[in-house]
């Protein structure tokens, strides 16, 4: 297991979930930076909205940290899920789920509300983006956080590339919507500079960019499970090269952390 990550539930394959921890680790360590910031500023546990959080993976883990959470999510099951999981962990007072989504983020969630808003691996799936980050705008309170993590255009090209299909390549590169073809599952994605622009012309001032997932995506799982230390050093390639432009261009995911304006 990958240092500072929770015990694992039970059922939960231990590969599995070091695979994982490896994958969201720079996230996380933006992350909880920006909690220590926001709670500092506000002399408070800190308000926490996360849109499309889903069985409340992130939602669960802030707030065993004290912070307090409202998953926004348009799937009853989900919310289901994480009503049972802040339940076993003793946290129902500190997780509220609503059913919503984006576009109706504002019926459900108060205007300058929250100290931090997440939206992971939504902008992808919804149909407008950019009036998305508009609508949780307001509902951050001025100098609040954002945290974005979305799909990356330009891993997804080497990626077709790497797996021979050369034509659906070609066409990620100039396909509006980064996508490779009619069968794409992905509605979306998009490059460090579309995402920088939508923050930017909503509001925010972006904060950091890390690349996620940069090396883990091509490294063999075998090679992480069985080889000693290999876990390790994965772990760490990825947080040295997270900052650096030359391998955020080809990682699977962006994580942006701004500040509303």
Excluded: N, Y
């Amino acid at each position: 297991m990958v240092a500072g990550h929770p015990v694992l539930p039970k059922g939960t394959c231990v590969a599995d979930h070091r695979r994982s921890a490896i994958r969201t680790a720079v996230v996380w360590d933006a992350l909880l930076a920006a909690l220590e910031v926001q709670a500092a500023k506000a002399g408070r546990p800190v308000e926490v909205v996360d849109l499309g959080g889903g069985t409340g993976g992130s939602a669960v883990r802030i707030a065993q940290l004290g912070h307090r959470v409202t998953v926004v999510d348009p799937s009853p099951d989900a919310l289901a899920s994480l009503e049972r999981r802040a339940a076993e962990h003793g946290l129902r007072d500190r997780v509220r789920g609503v059913l919503g989504d984006a576009a109706g983020l504002l019926d459900v969630v108060a205007e300058s509300s929250a100290d931090l808003a997440l939206c992971h691996g939504v902008l992808e799936v919804i149909d407008d983006p950019p009036q998305a980050i508009a609508t949780l705008h307001t509902v951050l309170r001025p100098a609040a956080a954002f945290s974005v993590l979305a799909t990356q255009r330009h891993a997804a090209v080497l990626a077709r590339a790497m797996a021979g299909h050369l034509v659906d390549a070609q066409h990620l590169l100039v396909d509006p919507a980064g996508r490779w073809g009619a069968g794409d599952p992905v509605p979306r994605r998009f490059t460090e500079a579309e995402i920088v622009s939508m923050l930017e012309s909503a509001g925010f001032r972006p904060q950091t960019v890390h690349g996620i997932r940069t090396f883990t995506d091509l490294v063999p799982g075998a090679l992480v499970d069985v080889e000693p230390g290999a876990a390790e050093s994965l772990l760490a390639l990825e947080r040295a090269t997270a900052e650096r432009p030359e391998f955020r261009a080809i990682a699977t995911q962006l994580h942006v952390v701004a500040i509303r304006d």
